[in-house]
């Protein structure tokens, strides 16, 4: 009996009689490496055969084979080729309709006595595998740590095509998984009711995912979930300066508001106005029915009773259109008397507006403001053209930062980073106070003089308008004082200033 023997029956598909010259091999020798490598790919070829969930048992009891062989470590191609049949049936398994994780266990526990090539496509194949069904399965911390993210490839790294569309990587993923489950916690009765975090864990996964952050700024959640875990542990000083990168990226989705909210549970008023900034984002009402309930409470706290009905009114028919359940808290509110003598309104939008800037400087604290002069309004687009200074000029959407602005406010306005043919985007924007100083207005005073035909007139180098000569029948050499712009004339090619406001 020879190595070369059994496997020319395996190829030429007699497993029967290969398996049968293997294991008499064995008997006669367990110990010689050719016999253990000939029996070894026997079993290999029974596990290409029963890797589907309905021959499991088959399958499990080849692995068991392959594990008691004790191949040595240098045997990668054995156990390489053992990772996509293993891979294989994890996945076949984790697509049933219940999930058998008495099952997912077993295999793993075979699957860590192997000896893989790491990293290498094979191996990221069984992380892919055991990955799939991680949401409900209590040994995936185990399994992770042992697979360990260090052997991730660099392909790893880079975001998939699914359907013509982009989706995370699977290293985002592993990442994203793994802060999932340390925040989840462990069970400490039969129900989940009470659940301990491993503080231990999060400390020593917190470094790993600061250097994926690091290198891999394009991914959006890390940073997430870094802040999820820094108020895990109750490291309230680092948790702001870890959420906020992500926080800016995702600051119109309702959620990041809610974690900022979370994160300053100790600050009553910016928590507050970080409700405010989540209810007031586009978002599904079915999305906002517990942050509602959040706020109404915080509202009934502060007596701010019509505001608190006007949301748990939102709360009532979201739940009574979908036959949700009414949450008792909800039932024992509608029964108190300052509910029932309560106003409701349509809605709290002017409670959440007034409320905005302060949630929102929280983001933009680091970019400092710049002072500009509103030059043109067009109120049916929410357009406005602003200058700063001869460098510095442009336009912008003013729609929900700005409340009827006029040409000459000043402005305390964040860029989100440099124009684009003249078009900027704004972070923050507020009117600022009109006797603050701006390179682009400045007050003038002095005779004006109209020209002949008594249309425009200038007060030394300011430029008066038609308009305004004609509202107001200057005179010429009439002593007038106002505000003036910097503006741009673009027939002459040149930089002046015009008169914004009348006479004071």
């Given at each position: ?72 470590e240098d045997e990668k191609m ?281 949630a929102e400087e929280i983001l ?141």
């Amino acid at each position: 009996m020879s190595f070369k023997e059994i496997k020319e029956l395996r190829q030429a598909g007699k497993l029967d009689e290969a398996l049968q010259m293997a294991n008499q091999a064995l008997e006669l020798d367990s110990e010689n490496i050719w016999n253990k490598r000939a029996a070894a790919w026997v079993y290999y070829d029974y596990l290409k055969k029963y890797a589907q969930p309905e021959q499991y048992e088959a399958f499990k009891g080849y692995l068991i084979k392959i594990s008691e062989l004790q191949l040595p470590e240098d045997e990668k191609m054995v156990f390489d080729n053992c990772a996509w049949q293993i891979g294989s049936l994890v996945f076949s398994l984790q697509k049933t309709e219940q999930v058998d994780f008495v099952k997912i266990n077993e295999l793993f526990d075979l699957t860590r006595t192997f000896h893989f090539t790491k990293p290498s496509e094979a191996y990221s194949f069984i992380y892919k595998a055991f990955h799939k069904g991680y949401q409900n399965w209590s040994g995936y911390l185990t399994f992770a740590d042992w697979w360990n993210f260090d052997n991730l490839l660099s392909q790893d790294f880079i975001k998939e095509d699914f359907n013509g569309k982009k989706i995370m990587s699977i290293a985002e993923q592993a990442y994203i998984a793994y802060a999932k489950k340390l925040l989840e916690g462990t069970p400490l009765d039969p129900f989940g009711q009470q659940k301990v975090i491993d503080k231990d864990k999060i400390q020593s996964f917190l470094p790993k995912l600061d250097y994926l952050i690091e290198k891999q700024p394009d991914y959006q959640y890390p940073p997430y979930f870094k802040a999820k875990l820094l108020l895990a542990l109750g490291n309230d000083g680092n948790v702001l300066s870890a959420f906020l990168p992500f926080a800016k990226q995702k600051r119109n989705d309702f959620w990041v508001w809610e974690l900022m909210a979370e994160i300053f549970l100790e600050n009553k008023d910016i928590q507050f106005a970080c409700y405010c900034k989540a209810l007031s984002l586009k978002t599904p009402e079915d999305f906002l029915i517990k942050l509602r309930q959040s706020f109404a409470e915080i509202l009934i706290q502060k007596s701010m009773f019509n505001e608190a009905k006007t949301e748990i009114q939102k709360v009532i028919s979201t739940r009574e259109k979908h036959q949700w359940k009414i949450p008792n808290q909800i039932m024992q509110w509608t029964e108190m008397e300052w509910y029932k003598s309560a106003i409701s309104k349509r809605d709290n939008a002017d409670l959440y507006l007034s409320h905005l800037k302060q949630a929102e400087e929280i983001l933009f604290q680091d970019i400092p403001e710049e002072v500009i002069v509103v030059e043109f309004v067009n109120e049916n687009k929410n357009m406005l053209s602003f200058v700063k200074d001869k460098q510095k000029h442009g336009f912008f959407n003013y729609a929900g930062k700005l409340i009827k602005p006029q040409i000459g406010d000043l402005l305390k306005v964040r860029f989100n980073g440099a124009g684009q043919d003249g078009f900027y985007k704004v972070l923050s924007a507020e009117k600022a106070d009109p006797n603050l100083t701006a390179d682009a207005k400045k007050s003038f005073e002095g005779e004006i003089k109209i020209n002949e035909e008594g249309k425009f007139g200038f007060v030394d180098d300011v430029f008066v308008e038609p308009s305004i000569v004609s509202k107001l029948n200057l005179q010429n050499s009439q002593s007038v004082c106002g505000r003036a712009i910097l503006s741009f004339n673009k027939k002459k090619g040149q930089w002046g200033w015009k008169m914004v406001n009348f006479p004071h």
